[in-house]
């Protein structure tokens, strides 16, 4: 059941730049995208999400994009700052269902 | 900042023994959830409780698994006969609403079930 993917298990940015996390999906009855951030030996931690009647939100340093044509949402980071380095997760839910369903996953590692 | 305890943090039980894996929820929160990580692999949902009652379970959530509000606090997973493949990082959350508002679920750091 690969419903949502992150193709990239890892990204390597430097500190100020940008980062920017792909996610795509499949199943056009999901109707709501999240991203949560995850550190080791932790539990996820909600980031930011997005209706599907958006293409855009932002919340400080994080913004997700989500384009329904593509089936594809990222997530943008920007300035990136050491503590950011972490394990990013997309995930969906449709709106006839109480579950999210998560991506694999990307590791992001910001360094100085 | 409130959040969502779960206790142990981890568990080694023998292979058939049963399990009981525990989760204080925020307090207002209305909705409550248990996901698990097997190693290497994506968080999977298992089950979701609202109003005491199960709203919905995944294929993995089979006649092995319950869940319980005993006491308005706690939200435990009971595994009755422990499996090999059981063993994974468990996942509590809770929420004001549902996965599709705008509340972002929030999780617990875990319970690492390690079956022998």
């Known amino acids: 059941d690969q419903q949502v993917k992150q193709n990239s298990p890892s990204l390597s940015v430097q500190e100020g730049r940008i980062s920017i996390l792909n996610c795509d999906y499949t199943n056009s009855m999901f109707d709501y995208f999240l991203w949560y951030k995850k550190y080791p030996a932790e539990g996820p931690t909600f980031l930011i999400s997005i209706s599907s009647i958006k293409d855009k939100n932002e919340d400080g340093r994080f913004t997700v994009f989500l384009n329904k044509s593509a089936k594809h949402l990222s997530l943008h980071i920007v300035p990136s700052q050491p503590g950011d380095s972490a394990v990013y997760f997309c995930a969906a839910s449709a709106g006839n269902t109480d579950k999210l369903i998560f991506g694999t996953g990307t590791r992001l590692q910001v360094f100085p | 900042e409130p959040e969502v305890t779960q206790t142990p943090s981890h568990q080694v039980t023998q292979m058939g023994q049963e399990v009981i894996l525990r989760c204080v929820p925020i307090?207002?929160?209305?909705?409550f959830y248990w996901y698990r990580q097997i190693l290497g692999q994506k968080v999977e949902f298992l089950v979701s409780f609202y109003n005491n009652e199960i709203s919905e379970k995944s294929e993995i959530f089979d006649d092995q698994f319950s869940v319980e509000r005993p006491d308005g606090s706690n939200f435990t997973l009971k595994i009755r006969s422990t499996k090999l493949e059981d063993s994974a990082m468990y996942f509590c959350?809770?929420?004001?609403?549902?996965?599709?508002?705008?509340?972002?679920?929030?999780f617990g750091s875990g319970t690492r079930l390690t079956v022998v």
């Open positions: 307090s207002n929160h209305l909705y």
């Open positions: 959350a809770s929420s004001e609403g549902t996965a599709s508002s705008n509340y972002g679920y929030t």
